[in-house]
């Protein structure tokens, strides 16, 4: 049964941008909060933004830095990942994830049950 779906990844250049999307069905529909991870080469899979349906925020990792703004459909129950000023250090598999940890855990991978099949984006330098 498939829980999430991404799209939009891809190939761009550095300075570029990018809007990822992640279709929730099935369980996940239910989570409250939704968002990405991202994995490079050779580095541990890490925290970039989730939206937190609840009370209806974004919470974004430091090294974003306004660059990136997440967003959530909910009635479509998709959420959004519009990157910005892209560069080569953002090149990652980027993965979307759903569900309900508490706030003080969002951040923390293992809290998501849910987990996209992951899509490629790839920044030119």
């Known amino acids: 049964q498939v829980q999430l779906v991404e799209s939009g990844g891809g190939l761009v250049q550095a300075g570029g941008s990018l809007r990822l999307s992640c279709a929730a069905s099935?369980?996940?529909?239910?989570?409250?909060?939704m968002g990405w991870f991202r994995q490079a080469p050779g580095k541990e899979r890490e925290f970039v933004a989730v939206f937190n349906g609840k009370n209806g925020r974004p919470y974004y990792a430091d090294f974003v830095k306004e660059r990136f703004a997440i967003s959530r459909d909910r009635p479509r129950n998709t959420v959004y990942l519009q990157m910005s000023s892209l560069s080569a250090e953002d090149t990652a598999v980027y993965y979307c994830?759903?569900?309900?940890?508490?706030?003080?855990?969002?951040?923390?991978?293992?809290?998501?049950?849910?987990w996209g099949q992951g899509t490629q984006v790839t920044v030119s330098s």
């Open positions: 994830v759903a569900g309900s940890p508490p706030l003080s855990s969002i951040r923390q991978r293992e809290m998501y049950r849910y």
């Open positions: 099935g369980s996940a529909v239910s989570s409250s909060i």
